[in-house]
Nanobody, 124 residues
Framework: QVTLVESGGGLAQAGGSLRLSCAAS????????MGWFRQAPGKEREFVSA????????LYADSVKGRFTISRDYAHDTVYLQMNTLKSEDTAVYYC?????????????????WGQGTQVTVSS
């Protein structure tokens, strides 16, 4: 059973950067889609970005497009989310997730493996 562990969250100033990491405890299959979601207080969990483990395809929410970049490291079974030009509205708990089927989705319902989350706070 693969488990996901996020790290890299913390406090940043508006306009600054953070890089989140999601390390898998086991090998990530080529069929996986790896995603990042976030949940702010009082709000529903929302999609941020996703990447196919075996191909070049990526997805981004409109709110982060051009500021965030998702990437992967095959050697370390790790997914990254580089977050630049941070805004106060990016403040949330960020979750890494895996969709172990062959879908490539922005819907949280398709993801069946989740990390514990890491807090990102952006001060304005």
């Amino acid at each position: 059973q693969v488990t996901l562990v996020e790290s890299g969250g913390g406090l940043a100033q508006a306009g600054g950067s953070l890089r989140l990491s999601c390390a898998a405890s086991g090998s990530i299959s080529s069929s996986y889609t790896m995603g990042w979601f976030r949940q702010a207080p009082g709000k529903e969990r929302e999609f941020v970005s996703a990447i196919r483990w075996s191909g070049p395809n990526t997805l981004y929410a409109d709110s982060v497009k051009g500021r965030f970049t998702i990437s992967r490291d095959y050697a370390h079974d790790t997914v990254y989310l580089q977050m630049n030009t941070l805004k106060s509205e990016d403040t949330a708990v960020y979750y890494c997730a895996a969709d172990r089927g062959w879908t490539f989705s922005t819907s949280a319902d398709k993801y069946d493996l989740w990390g514990q989350g890491t807090q990102v706070t952006v001060s304005s």
